[in-house]
Nanobody
Framework: QGQLVESGGDLVPAGGSLRLSCAAS????????MGWYRQAPGKQRELVAT???????TYADSVKGRFTISRDNAKNTVYLQMNNLKPEDTAVYHC?????????????????WGQGTQVTVSS
């Protein structure tokens, strides 16, 4: 059973930086597609960034040029470096992992979520 644990959320002033971490266990991390999502109170959950097993990264338009997603397969950890933070970045940030449980696309898929970590950006 896969597990994801986020950390690194904090209260930070506008213009500041944070690095979120997501520690993974229970699956073959290096073969997973990882993502960061966020949800602010009263708003829909949105995709922030993804990082595939082949090291392809994508970003929401709202964070391009400010956020960087990366992974360390030796540590089974995915990161989200957030720079030049804005108040609208305030949200609970969740880590996600998707992939195949077996060695091929014939295998069942998994979809794991972490509990989230709070990021609050003050004006």
């Amino acid at each position: 059973q896969g597990q994801l644990v986020e950390s690194g959320g904090d209260l930070v002033p506008a213009g500041g930086s944070l690095r979120l971490s997501c520690a993974a266990s229970g699956f073959i991390f290096r073969l997973s597609d990882m993502g960061w999502y966020r949800q602010a109170p009263g708003k829909q959950r949105e995709l922030v960034a993804t990082h595939t097993s082949s090291n392809t990264a994508t970003y929401a338009d709202s964070v391009k040029g400010r956020f960087t997603i990366s992974r360390d397969n030796a540590k089974n950890t995915v990161y989200l470096q957030m720079n030049n933070l804005k108040p609208e970045d305030t949200a609970v940030y969740h880590c996600n992992a998707r992939g195949f449980k077996g060695a091929s696309v014939e295998s069942p898929r998994y979809d794991y979520w972490g509990q989230g970590t709070q990021v609050t950006v003050s004006s």
